[in-house]
């Protein structure tokens, strides 16, 4: 296998190059140096990437592209006028998951006239990569409204409400490093590892940590009890049970969780601490 040049795309490289100077400290991700640029011989980590990087490139330069050849070791695609010379031909380099970009002709011979849909490729996953970096910072309310309205005013490329919300939701599994339904399939593992080190914690998936229950009978004997409403994508209530330690700072005794905050939700968990 050859050598990977130095050229390999580093997507969280801060302060990398970009066409508009703006677009790191704004967020849009994708725009210009990091995915959006096309070169001859640049490497991308994946083919995914490297059509990503060619529908970046579409949106900002206001054109259309087809995929003319795809093939598990190579893919080609031109612009979707027929007299038009633009091109990119990549290859899949030997025993690597790496693609490179083998040639690229760039100029458009397009007439001027003509004007492609440059919508077809702000796909839900596309939108997502152009602004995941928005979604960073944990407390920031970044809504579907903010996301169509940043994909216009950088792209010219006016985008659903439904491909919005789907490319937001894209962009925050790709920052949590997977979706919920992953999340939850861990689940059963970390309850399985969890009784094997710490025996005797929760019973009923009503978790209260031994260390805790141990740590109660040295507190003051008041326990204090609230739920709080889960955000993500199968909601719920968080129900929690804390006391004051000899410090008076707060131990937490038990949590739960309920389909909703009601009479026979709180019975069950009440009747857990119990």
């Known amino acids: 296998m050859p050598p990977i040049p130095i050229s390999v795309v580093e997507a969280d490289v801060e302060g990398s190059r970009c066409g508009d100077q703006t677009c790191v400290e704004e967020g849009i991700y994708g725009e210009g140096g990091i995915l959006g640029d ?13 059509m990503t990087c060619l529908s970046i490139t579409s949106m900002r330069e206001k054109f259309q592209y087809k995929v003319f050849k795809s093939k598990p070791s190579f893919v080609v695609v031109r612009c979707v006028h027929t007299s038009c010379s633009w091109r990119v031909r990549a290859k899949k380099l030997v025993e690597s998951q790496y693609w490179m970009v083998t040639k690229y002709e760039k100029k458009h011979t397009c007439p001027t006239n003509f004007k492609p849909i440059r919508r077809r490729h702000a796909t839900s996953w596309v939108v997502g990569e152009c602004v995941k970096r928005r979604l960073i910072n944990p407390g920031r309310v970044y809504k579907p409204r903010d996301v169509m309205d ?31 339904e992953q999340s939850y399939k861990l689940l059963p593992g970390y309850l399985h590892m969890l009784m094997d080190t710490n025996p005797g914690s929760f019973q009923y998936l009503f978790i209260a940590f031994a ?6 009978s040295y507190c003051r004997p008041v326990i204090s009890i609230d739920a709080t409403h889960l955000k993500g994508k199968y909601r719920g209530v968080l129900f929690t049970a804390v006391c004051h330690d000899a410090n008076q700072q707060i131990f937490p005794l038990a949590f739960g969780v309920g389909d909703s905050e009601n009479d026979a939700a709180w019975t069950w968990f009440l009747g857990r601490v119990k």
């Open 211 to 216: 260390a805790s229950i141990h740590g109660f």
């Open 150 to 180: 940043d994909m216009k005013r950088k792209f010219g490329v006016d985008i659903s409400y439904s491909v919005a919300w789907r490319g937001r939701e894209c962009a925050y599994d790709n920052l949590r490093l997977g979706t919920p």
């Open 38 to 50: 096309i070169e001859e011989h640049r490497i991308f980590r994946s083919k995914k990437e490297l």
